[in-house]
């Protein structure tokens, strides 16, 4: 069983920035390529950014060059740097672990991101 936590979610006014961190731990044989969602209120669930066990990532287009995944292999934990935040970034932010060879996905509870105008 692996356990995904995510943290550092808050309130910021637009244009400003936050980190959110996720810590994956349990049972972790592989190193799982990791990523981060987001649901606003009313909307399904979107991709935000991928990060896979190399480092290579990937984005929403609609965030590329405000938002920048990195992790850190050694501690399991992935971060999400949001730079020049909107209003319309609000909404709750999840971690996602997933372990490919074994079609295995893991979810953390969210963090609540709200963004003021």
């Known amino acids: 069983q692996v356990q995904v936590v995510e943290s550092g979610g808050g309130s910021v006014q637009a244009g400003g920035s936050l980190r959110l961190s996720c810590a994956a731990s349990?049972?972790?044989?592989?190193?799982?390529?990791m990523a981060w969602f987001r649901q606003a209120p009313g909307k399904q669930r979107e991709l935000v950014a991928t990060i896979t066990s190399r480092g290579s990532t990937n984005y929403a287009d609609s965030l590329k060059g405000r938002f920048t995944i990195s992790r850190d292999n050694a501690k399991n934990m992935v971060y999400l740097q949001m730079n020049s935040l909107k209003p319309e970034d609000t909404a709750v932010y999840y971690c996602?672990?997933?372990?490919?060879?074994?079609?295995?996905?893991?979810w953390g509870q969210g963090t609540q991101v709200t963004v003021s105008s």
């Open positions: 349990g049972t972790i044989f592989t190193i799982p390529a």
């Open positions: 996602n672990v997933h372990f490919a060879q074994y079609g295995l996905d893991y």
